[in-house]
């Protein structure tokens, strides 16, 4: 559980590095990719819901150094939500298909489209109203396109990171 509260910890401080847009840029996903990574889907699903508790109860963990259930509840908490979503399909597929680098790498790809999902939704349902649905190609636009490149960069330093640090752990958080 050490190891697990130190991610949480390393997510966070991945989300304190942010660009401020309408989804604001940061590298949370660095944390959480690299948090499944090492410790693997069970601990590493654990890792990213202790953080996403911690700025429930108001911990500033989020991004802009802030915390509580209004950050969760925000137009963008669906996307911090999401990644429960990311890591629970992160911990699936690693646990039907093994910790193989293809495996892993399915389940990060997998878990984001799930998070890019249902963030979007989330923002979608934050600024409409039952009669008046925005588009949804600009909605595509601000929301996910300009974070694919960056979060496939992530992906990969992530992997890069296990390959260097993974050998290191203890026996009792490998896979």
């Known amino acids: 559980m050490v190891y697990c509260s130190l991610f949480a910890i390393f997510i966070a ?10 989804i604001p840029f940061t590298l949370q996903t660095l944390g959480v990719f690299t948090a499944l990574e090492l410790l ?16 429930a109860v108001g911990v500033p ?3 802009g150094f802030r915390g509580g ?7 963008t908490g669906g996307y911090i939500v999401g990644f429960i979503f990311l890591s629970l399909i992160y911990w699936l597929i690693t646990f039907i298909f093994g910790t193989k680098l293809y495996a ?10 799930f998070c890019y999902i249902f963030g979007t939704l989330w923002v979608v349902f934050a600024y409409s109203d039952i009669k008046n649905m925005p588009e949804m190609i600009p909605v595509i636009q601000v929301c996910i396109l ?3 490149i960056p979060d496939i960069a992530k992906m990969f330093l992530s992997v890069v990171l296990r390959k260097f640090i993974y050998p290191a752990l203890p026996d009792n958080l490998k896979n």
């Open 13 to 22: 401080l991945c989300s304190y590095i942010t660009i401020p847009l309408v």
């Open 40 to 55: 693997g889907g069970k601990k590493g699903t654990f890792s990213v819901l202790l953080y996403i508790l911690l700025g």
């Open 61 to 63: 963990v989020f991004s």
């Open 69 to 75: 259930i209004g950050i969760l509840l925000s137009n």
């Open 104 to 113: 892993r790498i399915l389940g990060m790809i997998l878990g984001l489209i």
């Open 146 to 148: 300009p974070f694919i």
